[in-house]
């Protein structure tokens, strides 16, 4: 079982990572500003990991195959999470601007 819950962090994270460099098209490191903390890259590989460990401990596959397959879907909905709140934050931004 550990095995299965160590694999599917680092394969969520794996596909987090892989998902940041497509939408971006290279690696944003993380940097801090005085108000605020911008994770880059570490917000969608830790994001698509949480959502791997999380699947994989609710599902609890048979094999090393299931476990690879629902951590890279956990990793892509992941990433898709992050996506919809983009979308809403800015949608709600352009509803309040007059």
């Known amino acids: 079982m550990y095995d299965d819950m160590i694999f599917s ?3 969520g994270g794996l596909v987090g990572i892989i998902g940041h460099v497509f939408k971006h098209g290279k690696i944003i490191m993380p940097r801090r500003t005085k ?3 911008y994770l ?4 969608e590989m830790l994001l698509g990991s949480v959502a791997a460990l999380l699947l994989v401990l ?7 195959v299931e476990t ?5 879907i956990a990793g892509i909905a992941g990433d898709a999470i992050l ?8 949608n709600s931004q352009k509803n309040n601007e007059p």
């Open 68 to 72: 690879i397959l629902y951590s890279i």
């Open 35 to 37: 108000k605020f903390l």
């Open 40 to 43: 880059g890259f570490l917000q």
């Open 83 to 90: 996506l919809r709140a983009r979308l809403l934050s800015e």
């Open 9 to 11: 962090f680092v394969i």
């Open 58 to 64: 609710y599902i609890a596959p048979n094999s090393f």
